[in-house]
DNA sequence: GACAAGATTTGCT
DNA sequence: GCAAATCTTGTCG
């Protein structure tokens, strides 16, 4: 399906970052389902020096200057997985990070995958990824198909955004380019 | 071909 | 509060 159900992503990196508050993603594993909120969010483009997209085009990052509504996964750190959502036009290099996310359906899933329960199990990065069973297999997936879909939602009423500074990385930390959901129990605090 | 650093998490002092 | 765990990708010689 060559349609635009994305064109809402194709917008600079800070302002999907912010449409993306609120939606809910939806993953199919071993025959049952888990659905999270996202509540928080980081922006990365290819202007910002942090950015894995920074230096151009890699063998790595090349699913970041696919077009928006795909999944570019990469591993960290020995250990992590963390997993963005490609926004902006083709070719740019931007990207959303998920930083957090709030369980709605499968928690018991998510339970198991992480060994912890409560708020703990999905408000970091990594957190996210081992949660809803995110590896580097799923890298370049098209998030209009299963297993794995977002879905457009919109916030509350009574809730408000909120940008901050960027934490965990090295360089341009003082950033206005985290966003997150006020008050929400599952943001990361650090 | 080799080295250094990394969008993190967890556990111990 | 600080340091270790652990491996892939990018950059440099």
């Not at 071993?30 to 950015?51: K, L, M, P």
């Not at 920074?54 to 570019?72: C, I, P, V």
Request: charged share 25%; hydrophobic share 35%.
């Amino acid at each position: 399906m060559a349609t635009f159900s994305f064109a809402w992503l194709s917008v600079p990196a800070e302002e999907a970052a912010r449409r993306l508050l609120g939606c809910e993603l939806v993953r199919k594993l071993n025959g049952r389902t888990i659905r999270v909120r996202i509540v928080e969010t980081e922006a990365y483009d290819q202007a910002d020096e942090a950015s894995h997209t920074f230096r151009g085009k890699t063998k790595r990052n090349s699913t970041m200057f696919g077009s928006a509504g795909h999944l570019y996964v990469y591993f960290t750190y020995g250990m992590h997985y963390c997993c963005n959502v490609v926004c902006g036009k083709e070719g740019q290099g931007a990207g959303v990070l998920i930083r957090a996310v709030e369980p709605l359906e499968g928690i018991d899933i998510i339970e198991q995958n992480r060994g912890l329960s409560g708020k703990n199990a999905t408000n970091g990065p990594g957190k996210v990824c081992q949660a809803l069973g995110i590896d580097r297999t799923q890298d370049g997936h098209d998030l209009s198909q299963p297993p794995i879909m977002l879905i457009k939602k919109s916030l509350r009423k009574d809730e408000k955004v909120v940008t901050a500074k960027r934490i965990g990385i090295s360089k341009a930390v003082h950033e206005l380019r985290r966003f997150y959901i006020a008050d929400n129990p599952y943001v990361s605090k650090r």
